[in-house]
């Protein structure tokens, strides 16, 4: 098959081309109105505030030429050099001189404007460091109070029944890990809790039991392609060879906030459960498409969990701060422990897709982390961006198998998992006649945009690969 090209803000009609003409330009206007409250905040510091200025002025500059719809720049060596920016960026303008904001590949303009607005910061020492989204970031955790301490009551309302579970002969044993295994998955994959047997203090029965099935079956019918069997399968098969001492599980991530904390409720499953020995997260190195996690995100996350002014759970006796603290202490354990390990590497923030998590690409770390992931049982990558980047963001016919979409990643020895809210254009993997059907309901409410179900995050697709070529 040939290989298609990748979407274009310029392509008629979709996401991508919305998302540039109309969502970048409100991006940018967000961040100058959180710069101007942070220099609010620290209006003493004369020096912080006379380059905030600067910063706000470029920022308001670089708004203009999006929706003037300029060509794109190549950064300059001064840039190059302040902002430590990877080179692949002006190789690709060198291959494409020709590119402006109205008509370039969305894949690469978006993470080369997160990056143009990250320089801006870096350029400036008092703000070299500063997460210009990080306001929003804890701002949308602190709103997810509920959800964050009903899974924080159901983690410690589990613990006890994962011991109990070694007294339950062989397969019913694994049955009830089972769909535990599934509805973490849900959990880390939705990035909320609504999954209703882990929000009630399901016994491991009622888990079991019809109603717990009926709960399951309803949430899991807005996934229309499910591999979560097959992850399951890796993970209990690699605890039930004795001789496998290590068990590790890679995520890839996206959101901080409440996705990172229900990531981290999968690792603590897994890790609590013995299907897995050590998970690895992967963070970014810069504030990326707003909401994505950077190491500091992490940190923010385990004292925001301790904190009864941001998450207001009451007396530290109240049965709520109790199990926030329980977690937060858990993760501190698995972190000593060595358990669970948080990286940053600037591949992820380059424009690279993953079809350079091979050894190939030698130039931007894609082939050193292709190197380290074949360590790794199962990598997981979450959301919709690793999805486009998986899958090139190419215009593949939606029917598109697969192992054919990730290109090398199908045979180059990662196993993986995606977890994908489908909030963009490129979507593969569908049944014969799905997208029809999707497209026709979602045009009753949306005229003219029926292809767009899957750009609203309604839907959700769950894709695995053995990374093995597999047997004909
Ligand atoms: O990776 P996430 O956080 O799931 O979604 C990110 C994203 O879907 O947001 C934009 C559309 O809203 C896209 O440009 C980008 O792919
Ligand atoms: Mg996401
Ligand atoms: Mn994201």
């Known amino acids: 098959m040939t290989i298609p090209g990748r979407f274009m803000t310029n392509d008629k009609g979709t996401f991508g081309e919305y998302t540039a003409s109309s969502r970048w330009p409100i991006i940018i206007q967000n961040a100058i109105d959180d710069l101007t409250e942070q220099q609010e905040s620290e209006k003493n510091n004369d020096n912080k505030f006379k380059q905030g200025e600067v910063i706000k002025n470029e920022l308001k500059q670089f708004r203009q030429e999006v929706i ?30 020709e590119v402006n904001w109205g008509a370039v590949e969305w894949l690469f303009s978006e993470v080369y404007l997160y990056r143009r607005m990250n320089v801006l910061f870096q350029r400036q020492s008092e703000w070299a460091k500063f997460d210009i989204f990080n306001k929003l970031k804890q701002s949308t955790f602190e709103s997810s109070f509920h959800g964050v301490v009903e899974l924080a009551l159901r983690y410690e309302n589990l613990l006890p029944q994962l011991k109990e579970m070694e007294q339950y002969s062989g397969s019913d044993g694994e049955d009830i890990l089972r769909i535990l295994f599934k509805e973490f998955i849900e959990i880390s994959l939705w990035g909320n809790a609504t999954d209703l047997s882990l929000l009630t203090n399901a016994t491991l029965e009622e888990i079991k039991s019809i109603q717990g099935a009926k709960a399951r079956a309803a949430s899991e019918s807005k996934i229309v392609v499910n591999d979560t069997e097959k992850a399951w399968e890796v993970l209990t098969k690699a605890k039930a060879e004795a001789n496998s001492t290590n068990i590790r599980v890679d995520f890839v991530l996206d959101n901080s906030g409440f996705e990172l904390y229900a990531d981290l409720m999968l690792a603590a499953f897994l890790l609590q459960s013995g299907l897995a020995t050590k998970c690895i997260f992967h963070a970014k190195d810069i504030p990326y498409m707003v909401s994505d996690v950077m190491l500091k995100d992490f940190d923010l996350l385990i004292k925001d969990l301790r904190d009864r002014e941001f998450f207001p759970s009451g007396e530290a006796s109240t049965k709520e701060s109790k199990a926030l603290d329980l977690f937060a202490n858990e993760l501190d354990k698995f972190v000593s422990s060595g358990k669970i390990e948080f990286r940053e590497d ?119 690969s053995s990374g093995t070529p597999s047997k004909k």
């Open 68 to 97: 003037n719809r300029v060509p794109l720049r190549p950064f300059t060596e001064e840039e190059i050099e302040v902002a430590n920016v990877p080179l692949s960026f002006n190789e690709y303008l060198k291959e494409h001189p």
């Open 346 to 464: 600037s591949f992820w923030t380059t424009e690279l897709d993953y079809w350079n998590l091979d050894a190939k690409e030698v130039k931007y770390h894609g082939s050193t982390l292709h190197e380290d992931l074949q360590a790794s049982n199962l990598v997981i990558f979450k959301g919709d961006l690793n999805y486009r980047k998986l899958t090139g963001d190419r215009k593949w016919p939606r029917t598109t198998k697969w192992e054919t979409a990730i290109g090398p990643l199908s045979t180059n020895g990662i196993t993986s998992l995606s977890l994908r809210t489908c909030k963009a254009d490129v979507q593969v993997g569908l049944p014969e006649g799905l997208d029809a059907e999707l497209s026709q309901e979602w045009e009753k409410e949306n005229p003219g945009r029926g292809s767009w179900w899957c750009c609203s995050g309604k839907w959700a697709v769950i894709c695995f």
